[in-house]
Every structure is written in C-alpha cells, then in structure tokens.
C-alpha cells in the first residue's frame, strides 16, 4: 500500500511531499497511480458546500399603496401622453347620446329676417301685441256673416301651413285673398303695401309664440302677367280685385325661442268633429294686418272711413251651435 496521503479536497492540489512519495513507490514498482487533480464542477461543488448560506429572508406580500408609490412616476407620464391624444384628437372623446337638436326657431330679440322684414323676438310672450294697432273688433271670427255682409275692401286668409324643404327645415306659408264687396271698382295696391309690408303674429295660450312685420308679399297674378307680358306688370301696382291675392313666407327665425314652425301652423288649425265640423277655436291665433294708401282711397270714395288704409285677417271661423 502507498503512503501517500490523501488530498485534503478536491479543489486542492497534490504537496510536493505527496509528488516525492508517488515517485519514490515509481520506482519501487507497484505504486499507486498519480493522485488526480479535482475536476473544475467538484471544486465549485465544494466552495459551495463550505460556503456559509445566508438565511432568506420571507417575501412580503406588496401592498397596493407601496404598488402606487413604485408606478405613480409612469402613471403621470402615461396620463401626460393620453390627455395629449385626446387634444390632438387620436382618441376619439366618448361621450352619451348627444340630446336631440332643439326645434328650429329665432332668439328673443328683434332681428332681420331672410328674404326681408323684421321679426318680433323682443315681443315674445306679449299678449295681444301687434305691430299695426288695429281697431276694435279687427280680430273678430271671419268670415263675416251672411246676413251682415261686410262692405269695401277686406282681407282674409286662403290658406296657412308649414311648407318643409328637403333639408328639413321650413317655413310657414300664409295665403291672402283680397275682396270688395259692395262695389265693382278696382283694387290696387302697391307691391311694397306702402313701404311697410305685411305684419304676422301668432299667439298662444301664454303669449306671443311667432311674430314678424316688414314681410313682403309674393304676388302670383304680377308674376303671371310677367310672364304673358301684359302691359304695367312690372309696374309699383298689383290689382288684387276679384278675389286676388299673395302670399306671406314666415321664417324659422320669426318663432320664439323653443317653438318650431310645424307644431306652431298645427295649432293654428281648429278642432273638428268627424263630419269637419269646426268644435272650438284653435290653439293659437293668427293675425295678419297690413295697411297700404289704395285701401283707405277706396273706402273713402265709398263713402267708408279710411281707417288709415289698414287690413286685417284672423284664423279664427265660426262656431257651429248646437
């Protein structure tokens, strides 16, 4: 047997006194072999088992405020970049159903109209304003009755309604039906009623829900002799004799805040039983007046009060008594 000593460890080298004895027993003969050198894995596994562990120490569960600390620095940022891209619009802003459109209508102040004429927006929830003060009576029910036929000139209403265009907005219409009653002359008037134009106002339980004055008048019968080229029509005059007439455009801005023009002409119709019987006066009064200086020459060779040369028609019809 060799005495050789055994190597301390594997990750230690054999002594010189170790190499002495090994070549010593060589050349004895029958010596043990050379005494092998750790291999580098048996040297690491080694230093691993003398090296002292350190205790580990148990993990703690991160609470949500201490979570918040670590992240509120890319917090911020990443706020800073998503407020950026809803000012720059790549993120479109959701927001719930935007609320219907309000109905179309004017401001509560007087201001000009398209096509011409002024509307009554100051006068809104008046009651009983018009722009031309009219006599006694002037709003009564028309037409006038049989058995009391009115004489001179007069003014009624043909037809009214709201007209929609094919953007969905509108207008109401209103249709004027010139008559003399009493007398063959004629009547003509000027195409601007004397610089002044037409007055509407509609009113309501509540007040003035419509109005407008300065409107001009669309005169069919001028515009037909245009077109047939009949002498004097592009004349200052239009002969509305014999049941003549025009007809008045009232815009959206003429109606008063909140109100639109088809719920406001809807009420200017009057309840009426199946048979089309009138039941009762209608939700809202409509008043046109209009004053020219032919209609006061015409009464007065009627041997009739000028009255300032005024007209005036209501929606109102009479009642059927039961």
């Not at 190597?7 to 050379?34: I, K, N, T, V, Y």
């Not at 929830?125 to 001179?152: D, I, M, N, Q, R």
């Not at 077109?227 to 592009?234: K, L, M, T, V």
């Not at 020219?292 to 109102?316: E, I």
Request: net charge negative.
């Amino acid at each position: 047997m060799s005495s050789l000593p055994p190597a301390e460890g594997p990750d230690e080298s054999p002594s010189d006194e170790q190499w002495e004895a090994f070549l010593r027993d060589a050349m004895e003969g029958g010596g043990a072999g050379a005494p092998k050198e750790a291999s580098a894995r048996d040297r690491l596994a080694a230093a691993r088992v003398r090296r002292p562990r350190r205790p580990r120490r148990p993990r703690r569960p991160r609470s949500a405020t201490a979570w918040l600390a670590s992240a509120a620095p890319w917090t911020a940022v990443a706020a800073v970049v998503v407020f950026g891209a809803f000012q720059t619009g790549l993120i479109p802003r959701s927001s719930p159903s935007s609320p219907a459109p309000a109905p179309a209508s004017g401001p509560a102040e007087a201001v000009s109209l398209p096509g011409g004429g002024t509307s009554d927006g100051d006068q809104c929830g008046t009651k009983g304003y018009h722009h031309f003060p009219l006599p006694a009576g002037a709003t009564a029910v028309e037409p006038p009755s049989a058995a009391s036929p009115a004489f001179g000139p007069q003014l009624s209403l043909s037809h009214y309604g709201y007209a929609a265009d094919p953007e969905g907005e509108g207008d109401i219409v209103i249709g004027l039906r010139f008559t003399t009653p009493g007398t063959k002359k004629p009547l003509q008037v000027s195409r601007t009623l004397g610089g002044e134009g037409a007055a509407v106002e509609i009113e309501g339980p509540d007040g003035l829900v419509a109005g407008a004055h300065g409107l001009p008048v669309i005169w069919p019968s001028a515009a037909r002799a245009g077109a047939s080229g009949a002498s004097g029509a592009s004349g200052a005059s239009v002969d509305v004799s014999d049941g003549g007439g025009g007809e008045i455009v009232v815009p959206a801005e003429a109606l008063c805040p909140g109100h639109d023009g088809d719920s406001v002409a809807k009420s200017l119709v009057p309840p009426a039983d199946s048979t089309g019987t009138v039941t009762g006066p209608p939700p809202y009064r409509l008043v046109v007046s209009l004053r020219d200086p032919a209609v006061g020459t015409l009464r007065t060779t009627l041997g009739l009060p000028a009255g300032g040369g005024l007209l005036s028609a209501v929606n109102l019809v009479p009642v059927a008594r039961s």
